[in-house]
């Protein structure tokens, strides 16, 4: 049986991700998509907590390769002041227990000033 081309795409806009989906990829293609808001707005949420502002933080595109499988397996930033290229590889593991850890500490701040 003759291996499936993997293809990948950078996906900029709306119409592109549109383009992209269809019924035989739909269900990888949203796991790993919304694997990467949620990882983009942990991102963005530990840059705030940092001093910084949600738009220094810009994105460009999002690659994904229509492999069958699901999962993020690297995010790559810009560092907007330095030009340095960060390549991160997400650990879900990790990843669940910082996200859970932002949102108790979240809840805790919203509830304590109320």
């Known amino acids: 049986m003759a291996r499936k081309k993997i293809k990948t795409y950078e996906i900029e ?4 991700l549109l383009n992209v989906v269809n019924e035989d990829n739909f269900t990888e293609f949203m796991v790993d998509f919304s694997e990467f808001i949620g990882i983009y707005l942990q991102i963005i949420r530990v840059h705030v ?13 999002f690659t994904w ?11 790559h930033i810009t560092d907007s002041n330095t030009g340095e ?11 669940r227990a910082k996200l859970n850890e932002l949102l ?7 509830n304590d000033s109320m």
């Open 49 to 61: 907590r940092n001093g910084g502002k949600k738009e220094d933080i810009k994105f460009k595109h």
């Open 13 to 16: 806009t709306i119409t592109q």
């Open 85 to 95: 290229l960060i390549e991160i590889t997400p650990d879900r593991k990790k990843n």
């Open 65 to 75: 390769k229509d492999d069958g499988k699901v999962g993020v397996t690297k995010i």
């Open 104 to 110: 108790n500490d979240s809840n805790s701040n919203t």
